[in-house]
Antibody
Framework: QVQLVESGGGVVQPGGSLRLSCAAS????????MHWVRQAPGKGLEWVAF????????YYADSVKGRFTISRDNSKNTLYLQMNSLRAEDTAVYYC??????????WGQGTLVTVSS | EIVLTQSPATLSLSPGERATLSCRAS??????LAWYQQKPGQAPRLLIY???NRATGIPARFSGSGSGTDFTLTISSLEPEDFAVYYC??????????FGQGTRLEIK
């Protein structure tokens, strides 16, 4: 069965950096695009970024463009999100999700990122 | 940016009743609309894609309809496990994906 397990969340000061990871199993990771989606505490869902199956194209929400970088290592079945210049408004649970024609058919359980001094 | 507006914000119903949730887009999204269910402390789960197709393993009591700007998620007879928050999502404006603000379905 499809499993997505996020890690790397934690508490970071404003302006700091963090790298999230998402370990995938149960499907051919190298054949699917992948997304990051976040959810601020008590709020709705916000799409963050997408990467094609081969890493050739990457797309970002305007709110993170220039600060976050999505990447993947198909040899390790792992997705990444490098987050720089973090702000208080980036505080959220970050989910990785498998792409199904630009819908999101499987999600991990999420990792909490808290940006606070 | 395409804005999705869900209504009502909260829906209070009893098990066995029929639930009708609405999602309206600020411009046409064709049939590129999906629905997700999220229970407290859990990740979202894909229910419906392309407006009316049930995702793998989703019970037949869940159905979706609509096209263009107006969409509906219907739960024909509520089970206790259906009380959750529901989100719609569009992919028409790719690479920008947007979600609605959610409808909370609560037990009356």
């Amino acid at each position: 069965q499809v499993q997505l397990v996020e890690s790397g969340g934690g508490v970071v000061q404003p302006g700091g950096s963090l790298r999230l990871s998402c370990a995938a199993s149960g499907f051919t990771f190298s054949s699917y695009g992948m997304h990051w989606v976040r959810q601020a505490p008590g709020k709705g869902l916000e799409w963050v970024a997408f990467i094609r199956y081969d890493g050739s194209n990457k797309y970002y929400a305007d709110s993170v463009k220039g600060r976050f970088t999505i990447s993947r290592d198909n040899s390790k079945n792992t997705l990444y999100l490098q987050m720089n210049s973090l702000r208080a408004e980036d505080t959220a649970v970050y989910y990785c999700a498998k792409d199904k024609s630009r819908d999101l058919d499987y999600w991990g359980q999420g990792t909490l990122v808290t940006v606070s001094s | 940016e395409i804005v999705l507006t869900q209504s009502p914000a909260t829906l209070s119903l009893s098990p066995g009743e029929r639930a009708t949730l609405s999602c309206r887009a600020s411009q046409s999204v064709s049939s590129y609309l999906a629905w997700y269910q999220q229970k407290p402390g859990q990740a979202p789960r894909l229910l419906i894609y392309d407006a009316s197709n049930r995702a793998t393993g989703i019970p037949a009591r869940f159905s979706g309809s609509g096209s263009g700007t107006d969409f509906t998620l219907t739960i024909s007879s509520l089970e206790p496990e259906d009380f959750a928050v529901y989100y719609c999502q569009q992919r028409s404006n790719w690479p920008l994906i947007t979600f609605g603000q959610g409808t909370r379905l609560e037990i009356k």
